[in-house]
């Protein structure tokens, strides 16, 4: 599934262990993330959109070159 993360986390001015951090997940989580080589949970992908407080279709684009 393709996103947006690492736009939403530049928008913002956070690295990827302060994402990890806040999100309680590990630096390579988001980095395999960003490289849309994992797709989180949607427990995960909830959390995301709360911290950037944008909907989760805003981060996450489902269908497009699936």
Not at 9 to 28: F, H, W, Y
Not at 36 to 65: C, H, N, T, W
Request: no cysteine; glycine share 6%.
């Amino acid at each position: 599934m393709k996103n947006k993360l690492k736009v939403f986390r530049a928008m913002n001015d956070i690295t990827q262990e302060g994402l990890a951090e806040k999100l309680g997940v590990t630096r390579q989580t988001i980095i395999a993330i960003e490289k849309d080589k994992y797709d989180p949970s949607l427990s995960l992908a909830f959390k995301m959109a709360r911290l950037f407080q944008v909907k989760i279709e805003d981060i996450f684009l489902y269908g497009e070159g699936e």
